[in-house]
């Protein structure tokens, strides 16, 4: 079955450490996306990526990088510089980037500091 | 700036009735699309309905059916029939057609009871 597959489930970080949470889709969309979500609010785009070897900044970018070296991969690096990375963390893609394509999502990472 | 805007953080229905969730939203692009996704305790988010800014019927899919009044900017969600399973959070979403993101709404908890 397509779909989007995060790794890990549960996944805990050390103060200075610096942490990946895979994302990878076998739906052979072009565009991905990493969101954050904090309890009790809406989920707000950290990054997002429409084409292999480019991606872009979402709203929060800060203390996170990504790469896009593959079609089917969008790995995201939780950095040091992140002081508050305890959060739920999607990814999602879609066909393309247009207002009516909607994204489909993994089921989530769950990052917490130690 | 685009907004979205969920004022039910919580909603009770009984089972087998219908229940509303509301969204409005702000934008000053002419072209756009609202989302509804359904988010289960398992994290996963689930796409259930989507409008497009054109359209000119209301967006049905099943027991989902999206009350689009476009002078009030509102983009009310309509879960016909509700049932234990619909015990979720639900999030309206944004997309506008530039700028290259989904904005989300704080999400409302609706529990169904037996």
């Known amino acids: 079955d397509g779909g989007i597959t995060q790794s890990p489930k549960y996944l805990f970080r050390k103060e200075g450490q610096n942490v990946t949470l895979s994302c990878e889709q076998n739906?052979?969309?072009?565009?991905m996306y990493w969101y954050r979500q904090d309890p009790g609010q809406g989920l707000r785009l950290i990054y997002y990526s429409q084409i292999v070897n480019d991606f872009q900044k979402g709203d929060i970018a800060e203390g996170y990088s990504v790469s896009r070296e593959k079609k089917e991969s969008f790995p995201l690096t939780v950095t040091s510089a992140q002081k508050n990375p305890t959060a739920f963390y999607l990814c999602?893609?879609?066909?393309?980037?247009?207002?009516?394509?909607?994204?489909?999502f993994g089921s989530g990472t769950q990052l917490s500091v130690l | 700036a685009q907004k979205i805007t969920q004022t039910q953080p919580g909603m009770f229905v009984q089972e087998k009735e219908a229940v509303t969730l509301d969204c409005t939203y702000d934008t000053s692009d002419p072209s756009y699309g609202l989302f509804w996704y359904k988010q289960p305790s398992s994290g996963e988010m689930i796409f259930l309905i989507y409008q497009g800014s054109y359209d000119q019927q209301n967006a049905t899919e099943g027991r989902y059916s999206l009350n689009f009044q476009k002078a009030r900017k509102s983009a009310n969600l309509v879960i016909s029939a509700s049932q234990l399973g619909d015990s979720a959070m639900y999030f309206c979403a944004l997309s506008m057609e530039y700028g290259n993101k989904l904005v989300f709404g704080a999400g409302t908890i609706l529990r169904v009871k037996s």
């Open positions: 739906l052979n969309h072009d565009a």
């Open positions: 999602a893609s879609s066909i393309i980037r247009s207002t009516n394509e909607k994204l489909f």
